[in-house]
């Protein structure tokens, strides 16, 4: 869901809502104790937003809507429901969404939402360990010691500048990265003995697991929170200075029998972290095109550099930086990937035109802006040297 669409439907929600409850009861008539979900389904929404009072947070819950819908909505909620909590609102704002949503996109949710418990209830983990972080078990040293202590000058002791935009440092252990492949190869059984239906990572995906679908979510919630947005607040400020709050995590196999390569694109991310996992492999590089703003993501490339993948080595770039990954040649490689997302910086965006502090195609273009007006000046300045000149004689 984009943000004109959120808010959208926030608005007609709101009206909605609010033109339900016009029918009041009369308050002499003895009236049952109502359950929460009837409580719920009378949710009265404010005509006009609480401005005092503060959001929670919702983006490490496992919800059906953008975690930032939810703080919209929430100081619109009544103010006997904002003392209640965290969850008990998440509740009551997802069931009034769903009850206000299109048809279609009820039928999506609930779909999804079956598609996953059917996973939690019937899939049996490999490894127990991966589903909750255990830094020192899933990080090599030098990071583990670098992000300790989270300063500029302690992230950039480890993290090489590959090309503008793109960071690439020592991550994963080996370990780590055979038990996560390992666990992605029990996934994929599963789903074939099943006889079920797999959800892939993206649309240009053929094969791969979403991670987040399995269990894995509050892992790489943790691991985005306490790892990646502090690294990502020095190293790309511009789309992630307040924090990255939210998280598509997922892996993807290149092979026989699997996709050999990645077709052109940009994610829809702020951030991505892209780390190889490993097994025997040749070919698979990633490259990459600059970073583009939605206008200008089929512009003129300039910009080029392609980058040989490294076992337990994580790529994290902008997520508009334009890239593919080239055909794998022998073996098999396995990817984490993370799309790590700003609820804030996509809220603030909609309202902004010139992405030049990042977009390639942005900055060219004011640049040539200022040197128009600069050329302009110049000419001004001429014409009225010339006409000083020619009055004095």
Not at 56 to 68: A, G, I, T
Not at 273 to 285: K, M
Not at 320 to 342: D, E, F, P, Q
Request: net charge neutral.
């Amino acid at each position: 869901m984009t943000s004109s669409d959120m808010n959208s439907n926030l608005n007609r929600l709101r009206s909605m809502a609010l033109g339900s409850s016009s029918k009041q009861s009369d308050p002499h008539q003895q009236q049952p104790r109502a359950s929460q979900e009837t409580l719920n389904a009378r949710l009265k929404l404010r005509r006009t937003p609480n401005e005092e009072h503060e959001p929670e947070h919702y983006e490490d819950l496992q919800l059906d809507f953008n975690p930032s819908l939810f703080r919209s909505l929430e100081r619109f909620l009544p103010e006997n429901l904002l003392s209640s909590t965290r969850i008990e609102k998440a509740r009551a704002m997802s069931d009034l969404l769903l009850r206000y949503s299109p048809e279609s996109e009820r039928i999506r949710v609930q779909k999804h939402r079956e598609y996953r418990q059917n996973i939690l209830s019937s899939y049996q983990r490999l490894h127990e360990e991966l589903y909750t972080l255990h830094p020192v078990s899933f990080f090599v040293p030098s990071f583990l010691d670098a992000v300790s202590n989270t300063s500029e000058e302690n992230f950039k002791s480890i993290i090489g500048r590959a090309a503008p935009g793109i960071y690439t440092f020592d991550m994963l252990k080996p370990q780590f990265c055979q038990m996560l492949i390992a666990e992605v190869e029990n996934m994929e059984k599963w789903f074939h003995y099943s006889k079920s239906s797999m959800m892939r990572p993206t649309t240009i995906n053929k094969f791969g697991v979403v991670l987040d679908d399995f269990g894995l979510d509050g892992m790489l919630q943790k691991l985005l929170g306490d790892f990646i947005s502090p690294i990502s607040q020095v190293l790309f400020p511009e789309v992630c200075g307040t924090g990255l709050d939210s998280h598509h995590g997922y892996a993807i196999e290149y092979g026989k029998y699997r996709d050999t390569d990645l077709g052109f694109h940009v994610d829809d991310s702020e951030v991505t972290l892209n780390v190889c996992l490993g097994n025997q492999f040749s070919g698979g590089e990633l490259y990459f095109r600059g970073v583009r703003c939605d206008n200008h993501v089929n512009s003129e490339i300039k910009e080029n550099y392609d980058y040989s993948q490294v076992p337990g080595q994580a790529v994290l770039h902008h997520g508009r930086h334009r890239h593919g990954a080239r055909a794998i040649t022998a073996g098999r490689l396995v990817n984490l990937v993370m799309w790590c997302r700003s609820s804030t910086f996509r809220e603030a965006k909609r309202y902004q035109k010139d992405f030049s502090s990042w977009c390639g195609g942005c900055k060219l273009e004011k640049h040539n802006r200022q040197q128009a007006a600069i050329k302009a000046t110049v000419e001004v300045l001429k014409r009225r040297g010339a006409d000083k000149t020619h009055v004095e004689h």
